[in-house]
């Protein structure tokens, strides 16, 4: 599928705009430092519960990228109970992560010992 870049020519992009989609960027991946230099350096307003949200979100997301996405989600439930039943697809990516990590270090089975002759 060809796109016809020229359809973009008279868009306009509005800074605010762009500076929201870079903050959401830092918070979203816990770049705290990189958030309140970019707050500070652009004038923009620090939104409420920014560092609550960044610090609560920092032990989760590193669980996650070390592969422990069953302490992801547990520590998720503590913090955030509904977030998990709200946002389906969140827990199933998490439930995935856990089920990679089980294939990768080859422990996909260890339930399942003892149950049946695979």
Known sequence: MD???RQYDNLT???NDVRNIVL??????CFKETA???????GMKQPADYPVDID???????????????????LTNQLA?????ENK??????????????VRKRKCFAGL??????
């Open 3 to 5: 796109v016809d870049l």
């Open 13 to 15: 992009i509005n800074d």
């Open 24 to 29: 959401s960027y830092l918070m979203h991946n």
């Open 36 to 42: 309140e230099t970019f707050i500070s350096c652009t």
């Open 56 to 74: 609560k979100r920092k032990p989760i997301y590193n669980f996650a990228l070390e592969g422990n996405a069953l302490k992801a989600i547990e």
């Open 81 to 85: 109970p509904e977030l998990l039943q």
């Open 89 to 102: 697809d969140l827990h199933f990516d998490l439930l995935s992560l856990h089920f990679v990590e089980l």
């Open 113 to 118: 010992h003892g149950t049946s002759s695979l």
